[in-house]
């Protein structure tokens, strides 16, 4: 159950009480797509990381180690020893970027697997029936994701079809919860809005799945390479049609900027592999900007990688250290980045949080929003 507590403009202060905890909105989701961070960085790091919910991926987890194996290991949370929340993603964006080939018919996808050429079939209850033997705490309804940008007849079409398959997954999720042998029979499903960058497509879509009363909406098919104020336009286009008292999810976003914009306009969940990705390649973020940490400005810098960071690598290492991880190819370099962006990045939600407790989000983000964006000075 969501519970607004605070509001200012469009952005939002709220919970969300799940089964496997209390989860505080606006949230970072960590992500973790088979089941561990990129980076060495365990769930037992995570909780000290301030990680409140992990995001693990359907597809993934199908293929390897096969959903039927985390079932018999107990779920999820019991294989990773994760005891807070986790959502799992349905699985669609990954079989219409990853398969080698595919072909969507209207009981679902037909493809390749991107390892091993498998041929494999996914539809909606294919998608909620791997999701219940994961166990997670939220499932994701399992949409088309259409390549952006599409022509506006295909989306529309697209668009009817992912409202069908949200039927068929609500049915088939309704019908797993009530079984005896169902590790989560409370599980809860979130719907995903489609539409391209079509924002009448957007607003009928959204008001087709709100009708079907779900435990959350996101927004999908964005920041796919769209212009950043293309993706807020949306955002603001569809968020007066989205439920006041459900939580509201923008899928795969995105930079600390974007998340600042984005809980502006009203986005309550992000989830982005941006922070592990960019920290494996050296690049962090600080309260000052964006840094590269194998510049040669750091070879006898002694100071952590954020004077304002209090995390587990800005508490014992040097910037110096650090580069020299990087230069010389050792992985401890890429765990220290890792752990400081998403420390960072469950931090700046925080802050987030406090700001809109205290009525001054207004002024959080002006002072924020573009310095967070730009090359750090420091």
Known sequence: ???????????????FRTVHGTIQTPVFMNVGT???IKGAVSSIDLENLKCQVELCNTYHLHIRPGDDVIYKMGGLHKFMNWHRPILTDSGGFQVFSLAK????KEEGVYFQS?????????????????QSHLASTIAMAFDECVENPAPKSYSKSSCDRTVRWLRRSKAEL???????DTLN????????????TFEDLRIEHMKQIVDLDLDGYAIGGLAVGEPTEVMYSVIEAVEPFMPKDKPRYLMGVGTPSNIIEAVWRGVDF???????RNARHATVFTWNGIMHLTNSRYTLDERPIDTECDCPTCRNFSRSYIRHLFKSGE????????QHNLYFYNTLNERIREALDLGRFSEFREKYSERLAKMSDD
């Open 331 to 338: 992985q401890l370099g890429g765990r220290l980045a890792v």
């Open 1 to 15: 159950m969501y519970t607004l507590l605070k509001q200012e403009g469009a952005a939002r202060r709220g919970e």
């Open 114 to 130: 991107h390892l091993d050429g498998k041929r494999i079939f996914m539809g909606p209850e294919e998608s909620m029936r791997i």
């Open 270 to 276: 992000f989830d982005c592999v941006m922070p592990s």
């Open 174 to 180: 309704s019908r797993l919860n009530s079984r005896e």
């Open 185 to 196: 029979p409370n599980q809860l499903l979130f719907a995903i809005n489609q539409g391209c």
């Open 101 to 104: 080939l595919r072909k969507i």
């Open 34 to 36: 088979s089941a561990a």
